[in-house]
């Protein structure tokens, strides 16, 4: 009976090994996407929730992950997001050129209870216009909305800079994953349809160096139908790493 049972999840693993190779197979974008903020504010475990729906309670700080990934089908393409992870380097304001270098997304995190945390979002902003390429679509996210008792951040700040800044806004918990796929999944839109719509304008001749990348913030983005997406069979088969 049990080998019987064994046999049928072998083959339904083996299946589903199948539809991961052939997802993978049919990439068409890579999406590198940088994540940055201070340190603690929850980077790691939103970066972990997101590629592997995990929560680790007793996370270290990061050491030697660099990115993960997670693959999804949108608009009748297969997207590969490639999220970096700073590996601590922002405890020492150290993060280097490199790692923003070919990112088309940025996510710039600060914990919702800790205010120096948001206060010192103005500079990381700063530190992408510095480094990263000017068309970078960022993302504002105020971290651990669980915590409500303990909030220090009123949401109407968040948003007012985040509009001032022409940034997409969102609050999350990496502990209970709300908002979390909503969050990325609506950068990666944006970076699609920015990219779309400079191919159309490379197709149309309209491209001649001087682009206007203030056309790629602000823009109206349609919010992604759970039928439009799916996730990567690897990440759902990956057991917790921690
Ligand atoms: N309550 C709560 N705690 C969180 C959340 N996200 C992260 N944490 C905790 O905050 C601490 C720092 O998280 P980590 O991802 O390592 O932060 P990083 O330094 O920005 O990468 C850890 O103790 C996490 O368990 C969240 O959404 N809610
Ligand atoms: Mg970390």
């Keep these: 009976m049990n080998a019987e049972m064994n046999g049928v999840d072998e083959a339904r693993r083996s299946n589903q090994l199948q539809n991961i190779n052939s997802l993978e197979e049919k990439i068409d974008y890579v999406f590198k996407i940088v994540v940055i903020g201070d340190s603690a504010v929850g980077k790691t475990q939103l970066l972990s929730r997101f590629a592997k729906n995990e929560f680790c309670f007793d996370s270290k700080s990061t050491i ?3 990115f993960q990934t997670r693959t999804v089908a949108m608009k009748g393409k297969v997207i590969k997001a490639q999220i970096w992870d700073t ?20 996510i710039i995190v600060y914990d919702i209870t800790k205010r120096p945390s948001f206060d010192h979002v103005a500079r990381w902003v700063e530190e992408l216009r510095v480094h990263a390429d000017n ?90 139908s759970g039928a439009d997406m799916e996730i990567s069979e690897i990440k759902k088969l990956s057991a917790c790493s921690c």
């Design 64 to 66: 030697g992950v660099e």
């Design 87 to 106: 590996a601590g380097q922002e405890r020492y304001r150290a993060v280097t050129s490199a790692y923003y270098r070919g990112a088309l997304g940025a």
């Design 135 to 224: 068309s970078i679509v960022m993302t504002l996210i105020g971290n651990k909305s669980d915590l409500v008792d303990k909030k220090a951040v009123p949401t109407e700040d968040a948003v007012e800079f985040a509009e001032d800044q022409g940034l997409l806004f969102f609050e999350t918990s990496a502990f209970s994953g709300a908002n979390v796929d909503m969050a990325f999944l609506k950068l990666l839109e944006e970076i699609y349809n920015a990219i779309s719509k400079k191919s159309l304008e490379i197709s149309n001749g309209k491209l001649n160096g001087s682009t206007d990348h203030s056309s790629l913030k602000g823009s109206k983005i349609d919010v992604i």
